[in-house]
């Protein structure tokens, strides 16, 4: 009976409706139960199969990678028994005769040395060295043996022949082919280990021909060539490497090269700079002649003189005066340094190495001199004699030098003009 408030054909449409959505659920769960039924039917048969013996037919990939360490009659009879197993299994190609847990791990066979007794070692030709051989190949093709060759089918007359590809082996082949295999393997076995030789005459050739004049100067390379090989592989992989920018950035490459060589410019006219100012000291001019207004263009003979006839007027500071420039005078003509006249007195003393002689009495004539001429300090005779002798022994060329408290009396002009 229809509701209240709807009329026969709304009631008849929403019967029709209803009576679709349950066709549409059975109709699902009639599809559905086949499938979970196949599903439920291939866990059991995965389960089953796992628990079958035959699981234990394929060697997990763990057990077999493990190689044991054999002998060498050991791997022999390890051959043989797998040439046995090849036989058979050529014969039967079934799963028992075929099986690939029957091949073994692989081995690791000592090598022998021969002819030659190893130090520590109790019998003369054993090592501890050892090869492995693997038989990998043997368990895929084993497993491969268990199903029949499977006869291809004739190819139609019409069909074009295809050269690029050559038929693929049948497995009985690769079985006489592994037969073959193991046969050589067993018969390397069994041959006699060759003592490598000496090689003693081509090495007394070599001997011989290093001893000649050709061979002579080789030496090892030293360290100092050894930087410059590494500088210079530096220097070739850092342009190289710039070279590669300017694939990427052209201007980075034109600013590292062109940075490199500024550098380099910078670096040599640094150098060139400090070495002129170490070495401006010792230059010697070119003309023999001093220079107009230095101490030496005049003669030390006139500086001596004008300084006696001072001492003999008693113009003791004039006197100390003229011998100071007397002995500049003639250190300067000895080309102890290079003619100025715009040198000080404490420039001349800088001018002369430590390690010289004459660096103590100029010291002591140029303090005497800088206190008597340009200090003001009174001077007598006593100052005038110690001075000129410091002079008379700068003169002479150092003799005489070293201290007036020496003794003996000063050189004379004379003496020193000798």
């Given at each position: 009976?229809?509701?209240?408030?709807?009329?026969?054909?709304?009631?008849?449409?929403?019967?029709?409706?209803?009576?679709?959505?349950?066709?549409?659920?059975?109709?699902?769960?009639?599809?559905?139960?086949?499938?979970?039924?196949?599903?439920?039917?291939?866990?059991?048969?995965?389960?089953?199969?796992?628990?079958?013996?035959?699981?234990?037919?394929?060697?997990?990939?763990?057990?077999?990678?493990?190689?044991?360490?054999?002998?060498?009659?050991?791997?022999?009879?390890?051959?043989?028994a797998l040439t046995t197993l090849v036989e058979a299994c050529a014969k039967a190609r079934d799963l028992k005769t075929c099986d690939p847990g029957?091949?073994?791990?692989?081995?690791?066979?000592?090598?022998?040395?021969?002819?030659?007794?190893?130090?520590?070692?109790?019998?003369?030709?054993?090592?501890?060295?050892?090869?492995?051989?693997?038989?990998?190949?043997?368990?895929?093709?084993?497993?491969?043996?268990?199903?029949?060759?499977?006869?291809?089918?004739?190819?139609?007359?019409?069909?074009?022949?295809?050269?690029?590809?050559?038929?693929?082996?049948?497995?009985?082949?690769?079985?006489?082919?592994?037969?073959?295999?193991?046969?050589?393997?067993?018969?390397?076995?069994?041959?006699?280990?060759?003592?490598?030789?000496?090689?003693?005459?081509?090495?007394?050739?070599?001997?011989?021909?290093?001893?000649?004049?050709?061979?002579?100067?080789?030496?090892?390379?030293?360290?100092?060539?050894?930087?410059?090989?590494?500088?210079?592989?530096?220097?070739?992989?850092?342009?190289?490497?710039?070279?590669?920018?300017?694939?990427?950035?052209?201007?980075l490459g034109r600013v590292i090269v062109w940075g490199f060589i500024l550098a380099v410019c910078v670096g040599l006219l640094w150098g060139l700079?400090?070495?002129?100012?170490?070495?401006?000291?010792?230059?010697?001019?070119?003309?023999?002649?001093?220079?107009?207004?230095?101490?030496?263009?005049?003669?030390?003979?006139?500086?001596?003189?004008?300084?006696?006839?001072?001492?003999?007027?008693?113009?003791?500071?004039?006197?100390?005066?003229?011998?100071?420039?007397?002995?500049?005078?003639?250190?300067?003509?000895?080309?102890?340094?290079?003619?100025?006249?715009?040198?000080?007195?404490?420039?001349?003393?800088?001018?002369?190495?430590?390690?010289?002689?004459?660096?103590?009495?100029?010291?002591?004539?140029?303090?005497?001199?800088?206190?008597?001429?340009?200090?003001?300090?009174?001077?007598?005779?006593?100052?005038?004699?110690?001075?000129?002798?410091?002079?008379?022994?700068?003169?002479?060329?150092?003799?005489?030098?070293?201290?007036?408290?020496?003794?003996?009396?000063?050189?004379?002009?004379?003496?020193?003009?000798?």
């Amino acid at each position: 009976m229809p509701a209240a408030g709807m009329t026969s054909t709304e009631s008849k449409s929403g019967g029709e409706f209803l009576d679709r959505i349950r066709e549409a659920i059975c109709g699902a769960a009639r599809s559905a139960l086949p499938i979970a039924i196949l599903g439920a039917a291939l866990l059991g048969s995965a389960s089953a199969r796992a628990d079958s013996p035959l699981a234990a037919e394929h060697p997990s990939p763990s057990a077999a990678s493990k190689p044991r360490d054999a002998s060498l009659d050991e791997y022999k009879q390890h051959l043989m028994a797998l040439t046995t197993l090849v036989e058979a299994c050529a014969k039967a190609r079934d799963l028992k005769t075929c099986d690939p847990g029957q091949v073994g791990p692989d081995d690791r066979v000592p090598l022998a040395l021969t002819g030659k007794a190893l130090p520590g070692k109790a019998q003369p030709g054993a090592t501890d060295a050892r090869r492995l051989i693997r038989y990998g190949w043997l368990r895929v093709l084993i497993s491969e043996a268990q199903d029949k060759d499977v006869v291809a089918p004739e190819a139609k007359k019409d069909a074009p022949a295809d050269g690029a590809r050559p038929p693929q082996p049948k497995t009985s082949q690769l079985l006489q082919g592994a037969e073959a295999r193991l046969a050589k393997d067993l018969a390397d076995a069994d041959r006699p280990a060759v003592t490598p030789p000496g090689h003693d005459a081509e090495r007394a050739v070599m001997k011989q021909v290093l001893a000649g004049r050709d061979f002579r100067g080789l030496e090892a390379e030293s360290a100092q060539q050894s930087a410059l090989e590494k500088f210079a592989q530096w220097i070739n992989t850092f342009f190289e490497n710039a070279g590669k920018l300017t694939a990427k950035a052209a201007w980075l490459g034109r600013v590292i090269v062109w940075g490199f060589i500024l550098a380099v410019c910078v670096g040599l006219l640094w150098g060139l700079i400090q070495f002129e100012r170490r070495w401006r000291v010792r230059l010697v001019p070119n003309s023999d002649l001093p220079a107009p207004g230095a101490a030496s263009a005049r003669d030390w003979q006139l500086w001596l003189e004008d300084g006696r006839r001072a001492a003999a007027a008693g113009q003791w500071r004039e006197a100390i005066h003229f011998v100071y420039w007397a002995a500049i005078s003639r250190l300067e003509s000895k080309r102890l340094w290079p003619a100025d006249r715009a040198r000080t007195p404490r420039e001349y003393l800088a001018l002369v190495a430590p390690e010289d002689a004459r660096k103590a009495p100029l010291r002591a004539l140029t303090r005497s001199f800088e206190r008597v001429w340009y200090g003001g300090r009174p001077a007598g005779e006593q100052e005038y004699r110690r001075v000129e002798e410091i002079a008379n022994g700068l003169i002479a060329g150092g003799a005489r030098a070293s201290s007036p408290a020496a003794g003996g009396a000063p050189a004379s002009a004379e003496g020193a003009a000798r």
